[in-house]
């Protein structure tokens, strides 16, 4: 049986729901309209033009891992695409279902199952703040979170994020250990359950949601401070980004994250402009309390000062300070300037501030731009977040193509495909797992670069799919 062709799915829809009478397969329009969406119109306007106005054909909330099974089965036997989902924060266009199909949203498979110091173990739509709040009374907390972390959920982090808050210390998610074990439902007429450890993980995160369902989640934990939000300013940019890698070095200090920015970004942080003086750089901070003097001294040494020390979410308006980073970047300077768009890249190991200078010299826009600091396989990997101005046509290619040619690793944050282009490529191995759990190729469809098109020698090829971006597997070789 082929899968039908959408506008031919109502009977397939109707005996997948006669299957599971149990449950409510919806197609009230209004919820299917929100769960088809995700934050992917937030970095520029590509990808609204890359995945048009795609929308699934109907949307179920199974409240265990038996529903999902007996879903999963249903929508197996009658050909039907199912798109895992589970906040809908996902920025790369990855919640998305390009081909229709039924939305399996999965944040009522919540809770704890089991935590000890070392680490945790949760289902699938477990909110990461629930996370820390089980770990708290253990003096734990997790390793790495988003910028979004309140709104996140477990698996939704580990198949559509990277890194984030942590990530200067113990790397992104993609460093082994960083998650420790997933419990994966394939899409066949009779599923499986298949537990995956350490290594075997990375077969599925980053994954879009093409490689079966993720029921369950295993993080490692790690010690939990007192964490203070710190601001700080430095003469120059220059100055902020030295102090950013010394930080990211400083292995003696307890630091969760640090992001460097330029005057012009740190001006559209609004309710902390108390802290940034006109024309001088910033920096954001989070450090154990017991680590803010010497983190005072590393930026005494770039001539920068503490301007702002307040215990996480105590600033003002009551913000926890990791919510002006990472992501959260560009959600505040787009909350100003709604035309602005993202080019993000990497800093090459050799000279990145110096680089990063030439960039910004070259492209001659205002800087908005921000740097955050974190390790990958152990080594300081700082990614850069530039806005540039998204309403100029080909604008976004010019600057991805300058940062290319200084060295560079751009990513392609602006097509809902994965590929070598994206912030971790799907490679063979990938594209094996994902055979094996999802034969039918039901699971998620269309979010799957083809890995033997050159998009810029195509006359097809999309704005977006012909961006310069290198990808940035290279940087994770070694983890
Ligand atoms: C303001 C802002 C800041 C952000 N900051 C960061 C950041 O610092 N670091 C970062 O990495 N990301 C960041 N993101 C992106 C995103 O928030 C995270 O990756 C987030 O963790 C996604 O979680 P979610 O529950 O919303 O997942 P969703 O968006 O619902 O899903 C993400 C992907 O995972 C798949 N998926 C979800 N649940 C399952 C499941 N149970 N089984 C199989 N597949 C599943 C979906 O199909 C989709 O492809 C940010 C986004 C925003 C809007």
Redesign the pocket.
């Known amino acids: 049986m082929s899968v039908p062709a959408r506008h031919d799915r109502s009977d397939a829809l109707a005996a997948v729901q006669a299957e599971v009478p149990h449950l409510t397969i919806t197609d009230d329009a209004e919820l299917v309209r929100r769960r088809s969406t995700?934050?992917s119109n937030?970095l520029g306007p590509l990808m609204a033009s890359e995945v048009g106005g795609s929308l699934a054909d109907a949307v179920a909330m199974p409240a265990n891992e038996r529903e999902v099974i007996d879903l999963v089965a249903a929508c197996a036997r009658h050909r039907v695409p199912v798109?895992?989902?589970?906040?809908?924060?996902?920025?790369?266009g990855?919640?998305i279902p390009l081909e229709g199909g039924i939305v399996?949203d999965?944040?009522r498979?919540k809770g704890v199952i089991r935590i000890d110091e070392g680490s945790v173990r949760v289902r699938?739509?477990t909110l990461?703040p629930e996370i820390d709040e089980a770990a708290a009374p253990l003096g734990r907390e997790l390793r790495i979170?988003?910028?979004?972390?309140r709104?996140?959920?477990?698996?939704?982090?580990?198949?559509?994020?990277?890194?984030?808050?942590g990530s200067i210390r113990h790397g992104g998610?993609a460093d082994l250990g960083n998650v420790a074990g997933l419990r994966?439902v394939t899409v066949e007429e009779q599923p499986r359950t298949i537990e995956l450890r350490g290594e075997e993980t990375g077969l599925?995160q980053f994954?879009?949601?093409?490689?079966?369902?993720?029921?369950e989640v295993e993080f490692p934990l790690t010690v939990a401070h007192p964490w203070r939000d710190i601001a700080l300013t430095f003469p120059t940019f220059g100055d902020a980004m030295r102090f950013g890698g010394d930080v990211t070095l400083a292995d003696g200090l307890d630091v969760k994250n640090c992001m460097p920015m330029d005057p012009i970004m740190a001006s559209y942080l609004v309710p902390l402009e108390g802290c940034f003086p006109a024309d001088r750089a910033g920096a954001l901070c989070m450090v154990a309390s017991h680590s803010v003097e010497g983190l005072a001294d590393l930026a005494a040494r770039r001539g920068g000062s503490i301007t702002m020390d307040v215990a996480v979410g105590e600033g003002p308006r009551g913000f926890p300070g990791?919510?002006y980073?990472?992501?959260?970047a560009?959600?505040w300077l787009r909350k100003q300037q709604p035309t602005l768009a993202e080019v993000l890249f990497l800093l090459p190991p050799v000279d990145p501030v110096g680089t990063l200078l030439t960039l910004l010299d070259e492209i001659g826009e205002p800087n908005w731009v921000s740097s955050?600091c974190q390790r990958f396989a152990g080594r300081p990997a700082p990614q850069v977040a530039l806005g540039v101005d998204g309403s100029v046509p080909g604008r976004i290619g010019e600057v991805a193509a300058a940062a290319e040619a200084l060295d560079c690793l751009v990513v392609n944050i602006h097509q809902a495909k994965l590929g070598a282009s994206s912030i971790r490529d799907f490679g063979p191995e990938q594209r094996a797992f994902k055979a094996a759990v999802d034969p039918l190729g039901i699971c998620?469809p269309g979010?799957l670069a083809d890995p033997d098109l050159d998009p810029a020698a195509s006359d097809h090829a999309s704005e977006a799919a012909r961006l310069a971006a290198s990808g940035w597997s290279s940087r994770f070789a070694g983890s």
């Open positions: 995700d934050r937030m798109v895992p989902r589970g906040s809908g924060t996902s920025n790369f990855q919640s399996v999965l944040s498979l699938a739509g990461l979170h988003p910028s979004s972390k709104m996140s959920t477990a698996a939704g982090f580990v198949i559509g994020g990277h890194g984030g808050v998610l994966v599925v994954s879009f949601g093409m490689s079966g369902l993720v029921t990791y919510e980073t990472w992501g959260h560009m959600w955050t998620n979010h």
